[in-house]
């Protein structure tokens, strides 16, 4: 079935590090791919997203691409803040299932000044 | 507009209680869904509805209820609750079907413990 993993961390950062979040996939055909964020003590929201092949999303400074090829759809930032600090889901949503979204585990990230 | 709604926001229950969890959302969006967050285990997927009039099981549907009350409420009632079901829930709702949104917009959530 379809299913999404990624690094579960936590991932502790220093402020303006760079980050990297690896968000892998399986599903059948070309599912829309999503990137949600929780703030502690919040629902989800969504951060950004990709509909097809090559996409890349963008949001806050943070980006994705959508690669077909490696099924993959990593998150990155080019230098994080404070205020990043969030547990950041990688998702997908399936042509074959148009109604259903799939989370992965979740990925804690710190970030200390 | 107030988005996704959820009552209560903290819940402490004891095993065999029932309790129900109210959901409403104000954007006029024709599916909505109720979601389970543990630790270590993100995201399952309890029930879902993609119309008023409809539901569906997800992942982890037993033990619990929903009822499509109309197209802005979705409740999940739990009928004897039990220490497995502490967790945090939280409902959630999209317009199926419309690709240029393709977004799920997430209520606060419910704290919920089983003693």
């Known amino acids: 079935g379809d299913s999404v993993t990624q690094m579960e961390g936590p991932v502790t950062l220093s402020e303006e590090a760079f980050l990297t979040i690896n968000c892998t996939y399986t599903?059948?055909?070309?599912?829309?791919l999503f990137w949600y964020v929780q703030y502690p003590g919040e629902g989800l929201q969504l951060l950004l997203k990709?509909?097809?092949?090559?996409d890349k999303g963008s949001n806050k400074g943070f980006e994705a691409t959508y690669r077909k090829e490696t099924t993959s759809f990593h998150l990155e930032k080019g230098s994080v803040q404070v205020s990043d600090s969030a547990v950041y889901f990688c998702?997908?949503?399936?042509?074959?299932?148009?109604?259903?979204?799939?989370f992965g585990p979740g990925t804690s990230l710190s970030v200390i000044p | 507009n107030a988005g996704v709604t959820q009552t209560p926001k903290f819940q402490v229950l004891k095993t065999g209680q029932s309790m129900t969890l109210q959901c409403a959302q104000d954007?006029?969006?024709?599916?909505m869904y109720w979601y389970r967050q543990d630790p270590g285990m993100g995201l399952r997927l309890i029930y879902y509805?993609?119309?008023?009039?409809?539901?569906d099981k997800g992942e982890v549907p037993n033990g619990y209820n929903v009822s499509r009350l109309n197209k802005r409420e979705f409740s999940l009632r739990l009928e004897s609750a039990a220490p497995s079901q502490t967790s945090v829930y939280f409902c959630?709702?999209?317009?199926?079907?419309?690709?240029?949104?393709?977004?799920?917009?997430f209520g606060p959530g419910t704290r919920l413990t089983v003693l």
């Open positions: 998702a997908l949503r399936a042509k074959t299932s148009y109604d259903k979204v799939i």
């Open positions: 599903a059948t055909g070309y599912p829309s």
């Open positions: 990709a509909t097809k092949a090559d």
């Open positions: 954007m006029n969006h024709n599916s």
């Open positions: 509805s993609a119309s008023e009039g409809t539901t």
């Open positions: 959630a709702s999209n317009e199926f079907g419309h690709s240029s949104t393709d977004t799920q917009y």
